[in-house]
């Protein structure tokens, strides 16, 4: 016992081992081995393999052979872990045990040996000499695949190998460790290999590799049902697939950044994903989702949001929707066209339910959406023809525009219907099958064939919804060749069908053929008589009347007078609209006709004064109407019937008093509800030329939204609602057809009254008013701002015609106060050759006036000599004067 326990430093310990064996002999051979093992062997060092096995060696019976093969084992091992806590504590208990008995520096000696070993054996004592030793074997479980020297050492330590695999696989990993795929298939016991694989699946984050653990699981199970059909099912097989399938969908969806959708299909209901993915598919690619630093998998643990699925939707596009619709429907046995098709003729029918079980984060957004929608008083006011509509929307007639998207609902469901319907493969794919092939004419006959099913008797919403489709997806070309017939015939039906549908909706249901075939003059003047009270019947009329050409100017004065009188604002403008595009030439010229015109016109006008004087909180809708209308009077027959330089007056007052006598809530809204669009310079400014637009949205900026009006001072934002109004006003006189009105109208309410908007209007006159504006400008001297904010071209304008008018003064004072002499210079060299003088150098360095003359009444020259000698001697030009004089007549003149 003390030759194998001493220390290796000890004196004689080396060669008493060596007489070890020869003394082994003597001892008693049936007490000796378990005086060994139980006496000896548990104080030698644990990593002192070589004493280890001498003590095996010496036990010598078959009890010690597996223990021999495990040694022989370690011995080539080096470990991976650093020693446990347990294992400091026994060296530190072998050093108090050693102090005991031995002098210091042969303990310490013995210590730092044993902490050496400690770096590289495994302690053999928690291996052999315990009921547990997986403690010690799992601190070792690292790298990709199990230490097969451990794996080895299973059986000498009468352990289960499938064991060692089973807890090498459930060790914590990161997502670049081992490919359990590899190490299941060493795992004999299959049921094991399937409990494992389904606990690693479970553990794993959605991803690849939880699909590789899905896959390998399958096999397992595939196995287990070869080799054992009585235990396991064909159905159990089923579902594991069913399982795997979902998995890497989910995991597709995933990747795209579409996990908001997961738990639907974790539900395993692939239609009802696909459903909603395309339901909710127009308000992803319409939401306004904010940058991401990162990519959708980046972070497996956290819950997809709505903002994560709109930027991935958004990257897709609805092409790239739909090859992940292909890829889902692929993996659960559904046809991908059959499937689009299911939810195109379900959604023509009508307004769709929310879809079961939808993520409660997109029917929240969803609501708020239509929320918004509703309570937008713009939104759905003008309805844009898009896309493809736009070469077929006078064909098509003014009821599509106005009595079909009325309901924010609706106009969601045809969004959604134009998203899904768009064509999945490219014209030149032809090497698709029929059944699979989904290209434009594919489209467009399947949008055809719901179009004309039951002509006569089907419902006319759905078929209306269609035609809307058709033409938003399609372009005339494509719709021309799948029709095989003139695309203006289908428009025609079109109007008729939207029609149809309207009649039924509003309980006055027509015959399609009488319809077709009947007098457009006697249907209006029927359906006025009887429903004049009725609001969506005199609108329906009005369309009538506009789409189908009535030419009754009474019926017409009677329509818009009614739709005034019911508050229907927005659809009478556009009415008005309408009517100015084409069809008010060729009515009758009638009184009543003439006098609603003049009242309609009149009427926004009057509108936003009472606002004003009230000091209303809301904005009457109406107002919206003051930029449409330079058009309108541009267009109108009746404009020389209608007192128009009385409304330029009126805008005028307004743009002067309004903006001032408003709180900074009222401006903004009262400008939003006059210009709503984000930029409208287009808009309200129209009619002007070209050239001038930029000027305007330059000079003026922006004002979009009232988070960015609130960002300016008040002062500048009165400036903005002035100069807004005051080229409304300018716009509106220059439709006068008197040119003799408004001249006098430039002249006294803007040149001598209201000076501070000649500088804002001159950009958009023409040359008559202009040069009234000119003289503005000279009579108010308002120089230097004129050529501060006018440009360059017009300032050069405004420039010549002073030189030809002779009144230089100002420019020449403006010019030397701010020391721009070789403006001053240039100007009077622009004088003397516009009026033949021969010697303006003398004329600048002696000015001196006859006796007896005025600037007013005497020669240019006389003019000039006044203008000289009232800069000489004023104190302000009089050294700048100084300084022309010598640089124009010195050496630098000449």
């Given at each position: 016992e003390v030759c194998l326990t001493a220390p290796e430093a000890a004196p004689g310990a080396a060669e008493a081992r060596a007489m070890l064996p020869a003394t082994w002999k003597e001892l008693n051979p049936e007490t000796a081995p378990s005086f060994l093992m139980k006496r000896v062997l548990p104080h030698v060092s644990p990593y002192d393999y070589d004493r280890i096995g001498l003590i095996m060696k010496c036990v010598g019976n078959p009890h010690a052979e597996p223990f021999m093969q495990g040694l022989k084992i370690l011995r080539d091992y080096r470990r991976v872990a650093s020693p446990t806590e347990i294992e400091q504590r026994s060296i530190n208990a072998a050093r108090t045990k050693l102090t005991q008995e031995w002098p210091c520096h042969i303990v310490d000696a013995e210590i730092a040996r044993m902490v050496k070993q400690a770096e590289q054996h495994l302690p053999w004592h928690l291996l052999a000499m315990v009921d547990d030793p997986w403690p010690v074997l799992e601190a070792e479980m690292q790298g990709h695949e199990?230490?097969?020297?451990?794996?080895?050492?299973?059986?000498?330590?009468?352990?289960?190998?499938?064991?060692?695999?089973?807890?090498?696989?459930?060790?914590?990993?990161?997502?670049?460790?081992?490919?359990?795929?590899?190490?299941?298939?060493?795992?004999?016991?299959?049921?094991?290999?399937?409990?494992?694989?389904?606990?690693?699946?479970?553990?794993?984050?959605?991803?690849?590799?939880?699909?590789?653990?899905?896959?390998?699981?399958?096999?397992?199970?595939?196995?287990?049902?070869?080799?054992?059909?009585?235990?396991?099912?064909?159905?159990?097989?089923?579902?594991?697939?069913?399982?795997?399938?979902?998995?890497?969908?989910?995991?597709?969806?995933?990747?795209?950044?579409?996990?908001?959708?997961?738990?639907?299909?974790?539900?395993?209901?692939?239609?009802?994903?696909?459903?909603?993915?395309?339901?909710?598919?127009?308000?992803?690619?319409?939401?306004?989702?904010?940058?991401?630093?990162?990519?959708?998998?980046?972070?497996?643990?956290?819950?997809?949001?709505?903002?994560?699925?709109?930027?991935?939707a958004q990257r897709l596009g609805v092409q790239g929707v739909h090859q992940l619709v292909d890829s889902i429907c692929g993996r659960h046995g559904l046809s991908p066209k059959q499937q689009r098709h299911r939810l195109i003729e379900q959604w023509l029918l009508g307004t769709t339910a929310m879809p079961p079980q939808a993520p409660p984060v997109l029917v929240e957004a969803e609501a708020a959406r239509l929320v918004r929608l509703s309570s937008s008083h713009f939104q759905l006011d003008e309805v844009k023809f898009r896309g493809q509509l736009e070469d077929v929307a006078p064909k098509v007639g003014f009821a599509i525009g106005q009595l079909f998207h009325l309901v924010p609902a609706q106009h969601a469901c045809l969004e959604r219907l134009i998203c899904l319907a768009r064509p999945r493969h490219q014209r030149n794919e032809a090497d698709l099958p029929k059944d699979l092939r989904e290209d434009v004419n594919t489209r467009c006959v399947m949008l055809l064939r719901r179009i004309f099913t039951n002509k006569t008797g089907g419902p006319y919403d759905m078929k209306c919804r269609a035609f809307y489709v058709l033409f938003r997806i399609a372009s005339s070309e494509d719709i021309k060749e799948a029709y095989r017939n003139n695309i203006d015939e289908l428009c025609d039906i079109w109007k008729f069908y939207a029609y149809m549908d309207s009649f039924q909706k509003l309980g006055v249901p027509q015959d399609f053929n009488r319809f077709v075939r009947c007098s457009k003059d006697g249907l209006v003047r029927s359906l006025w008589r009887s429903h004049q009270v009725d609001p969506n019947m005199v609108q329906l009329i009005a369309a009538l009347c506009l789409d189908f050409g009535v030419h009754d100017s009474r019926i017409w004065a009677s329509i818009l007078s009614c739709l005034q009188r019911l508050q229907k604002l927005d659809f009478l403008r556009d009415v008005l609209v309408a009517v100015h595009m084409d069809l008010v030439l060729s009515l009758p010229h009638d009184p009543s006709l003439v006098a609603i015109m003049g009242e309609l016109f009149s009427a926004p006008l009057g509108v936003l004064e009472n606002w004003h004087q009230r000091r209303q909180e809301e904005t009457s809708r109406m107002v919206a109407w003051l930029p449409i209308l330079p058009r309108l009077l541009r267009q109108s027959p009746f404009v020389a019937s209608i007192n128009v330089p009385s409304l330029a007056c009126r805008l005028l007052a307004a743009a002067c008093e309004l903006p001032a006598g408003l709180s900074q809530e009222a401006r903004t809204q009262l400008m939003l509800t006059m210009f709503p669009q984000k930029n409208d310079a287009d808009l309200w400014c129209g009619d002007l030329q070209e050239a001038r637009k930029p000027q305007l949205t330059r000079d003026l900026g922006g004002f979009s939204t009232a988070s960015s009006d609130e960002q300016r001072d008040t002062a500048t934002n009165v400036e903005l609602f002035m100069q807004r109004l005051a080229v409304l006003a300018l716009e509106v006189a220059l439709c006068c057809p008197n040119r003799t009105q408004v001249h006098d109208l430039v002249q006294k309410e803007i040149a001598e009254q209201r000076p501070q908007l000649i500088i804002i209007l001159i950009p958009y006159c023409g040359m008559g008013p202009r040069i009234i504006l000119f003289e503005g400008i000279l009579q108010h001297q308002l120089v230097v701002q004129a050529k501060a904010l006018l440009n360059k071209d017009i300032f050069e304008e405004f420039v010549n015609y002073s030189v030809a008018t002779g009144n230089i003064e100002q420019l020449l004072e403006a010019a030397l106060l701010h020391n721009q002499l070789l403006d001053a210079r240039w100007l009077l060299l622009q004088y003397a050759q516009h009026h033949q003088l021969a010697s303006i150098e003398q004329l600048v360095a002696s000015p001196k006036l006859p006796a007896g003359c005025s600037s007013h009444e005497e020669p240019e020259t006389t003019r000039l000599l006044v203008a000289l000698v009232r800069l000489q001697t004023s104190a302000a030009t009089m050294d700048a004067y100084a300084m022309l004089s010598a640089h124009l007549c010195g050496p630098a003149g000449a």
């Open positions: 199990p230490p097969r020297p451990l794996l080895f050492l299973c059986q000498p330590l009468g352990l289960n190998s499938d064991d060692f695999c089973v807890r090498f696989l459930k060790q914590p990993r990161t997502e670049d460790g081992p490919c359990p795929s590899l190490i299941l298939p060493k795992i004999r016991d299959r049921h094991k290999a399937f409990e494992v694989a389904l606990y690693l699946e479970e553990a794993a984050p959605l991803g690849p590799r939880k699909v590789a653990l899905a896959r390998s699981r399958l096999e397992i199970a595939q196995r287990l049902l070869n080799s054992n059909r009585e235990s396991c099912s064909s159905d159990w097989i089923v579902e594991q697939r069913q399982q795997l399938t979902s998995l890497e969908s989910r995991t597709e969806l995933a990747s795209a950044g579409m996990s908001v959708f997961d738990d639907m299909l974790l539900r395993g209901e692939a239609r009802s994903t696909i459903t909603c993915i395309y339901y909710f598919l127009p308000l992803l690619l319409t939401w306004n989702a904010g940058p991401i630093g990162r990519q959708p998998l980046q972070m497996p643990s956290e819950e997809s949001t709505l903002g994560d699925a709109a930027r991935a």
